[in-house]
């Protein structure tokens, strides 16, 4: 069944405790947006968001892709994902802006593309998966629909080549909406929703996700 990932991004500590850890209930797992705090303030942060949500499965993603210059130096980074990998369910690394990291046995290999769909996904899916990481995601932002039927049919193709690879994808936006919504009929394995406050353009909000995997879930045939 498609899993539902849930982003939390607070600004500050007294944010972070004000979380109204209610709203995330049906939530498979829930994506901690590390980069909206300050560095310093990541270990108290850590421990908060793990007393808060016990029973979900959480991911710890320090996000610079969409900030234009890396926030942080690659060495940096590399400390910040060995500090918290064995702290959190899942780990993602920006392995293509920072090839040199060393992936832990729990890293999500992501790339984020907010200007286009590649033409050549399938290649790209498989230069995150050279990496062996347990996860990988690629969001892209289409410009036009066929951009969407591209995304899909490509998923599909590298999903049927690996079945035994989690794979996350996704297109942004309006135009991308179908593709959070129907991944599961196409080899995606998680989604994204939004409880307030989206991560990323073109997210649905957890209740309305909640709805529409049951009309869309994808029952086994009966056995004759």
């Not at 939390?8 to 850890?21: G, N, R």
């Not at 209610?22 to 939530?27: E, N, Q």
């Not at 392995?95 to 790339?111: C, E, G, K, Q, T």
Request: aromatic share 8%; glycine share 4%.
């Amino acid at each position: 069944m498609l899993k539902i990932v849930v982003p939390v991004m607070p600004k500050d500590l007294a944010e972070l405790a004000a979380l109204d850890v209610a709203k995330y209930t049906g939530a498979d797992l829930i994506e901690w947006r590390a980069d909206y705090l300050p560095i310093a303030d990541l270990p108290a942060a850590a421990q908060a968001i793990k007393a808060l949500f016990p029973n979900q499965a959480i991911i710890f993603t320090y996000r610079t892709e969409d900030k234009g210059a890396p926030l942080i130096s690659e060495s940096d980074y590399a400390a910040l994902i060995a500090q918290f990998a064995d702290q959190f369910a899942y780990i993602d690394i920006e392995v293509l802006r920072f090839p040199h990291v060393a992936l832990p046995d729990n890293a999500i290999a992501s790339y984020h593309d907010f200007d286009q769909i590649p033409e050549d996904l399938v290649g790209l899916l498989r230069r995150l998966q050279a990496s062996t990481p347990k996860v990988i995601k690629f969001a892209g932002m289409p410009r036009r629909k066929s951009d969407v039927l591209r995304l899909m049919t490509d998923t599909l193709t590298f999903a049927e080549a690996h079945p035994q690879q989690l794979l996350v994808t996704m297109a942004m936006g309006e135009l991308g909406k179908v593709t959070r919504l129907a991944g599961e009929n196409f080899g995606s394995n998680w989604t994204f929703a939004s409880v307030e406050q989206a991560s990323a353009p073109g997210q649905i909000s957890l209740t309305e996700m909640l709805e529409s995997r049951e009309l869309l879930r994808i029952s086994k045939p009966a056995s004759h």
